[in-house]
Nanobody, 125 residues
Framework: VQLVESGGGSVQAGGSLRLSCAAS????????IGWFRQAPGKEREGVSC????????YYAESVKGRFTVFNDNAKNTVWLQLSSLKAEDTAVYYC???????????????????WGKGTLVTVSS
């Protein structure tokens, strides 16, 4: 399984970006995809999650109402729409996949099986 993130960049506060997570070698019928971020000097934070089980989603309180996660199964891609960005959203954003275990969000975010290399989002105030 390979995960590749893209869509990061620099944007002013209040702006938007759309991140994508393209999965290859992904033969599982049931899965969960999580989005995480890590800002300089801070611990990694779980931001959002989408599960194929009941198409459930999860958002951290810090991004609820501003970020939206959705998938395109035909393209094996999960998207994270970032809106109303703030300077504190600046971080490297990673996607991760779980194909074993409970696969519900947010529980599976503690036990992801595969990780991408990340894409940098910089928000200037």
């Amino acid at each position: 399984v390979q995960l590749v993130e893209s869509g990061g960049g620099s944007v002013q506060a209040g702006g938007s970006l759309r991140l994508s997570c393209a999965a290859s070698g992904f033969g599982a019928d049931a899965y969960a995809i999580g989005w995480f971020r890590q800002a300089p000097g801070k611990e990694r934070e779980g931001v959002s999650c989408i599960s194929s089980i009941e198409e459930s989603t999860y958002y951290a309180e810090s991004v609820k109402g501003r970020f939206t996660v959705f998938n395109d199964n035909a393209k094996n891609t999960v998207w994270l729409q970032l809106s109303s960005l703030k300077a504190e959203d600046t971080a490297v954003y990673y996607c991760a996949a779980a194909i074993w275990g409970r696969l519900t969000c947010p529980e599976t975010m503690n036990d992801m099986d595969y990780w991408g290399k990340g894409t940098l989002v910089t928000v200037s105030s």
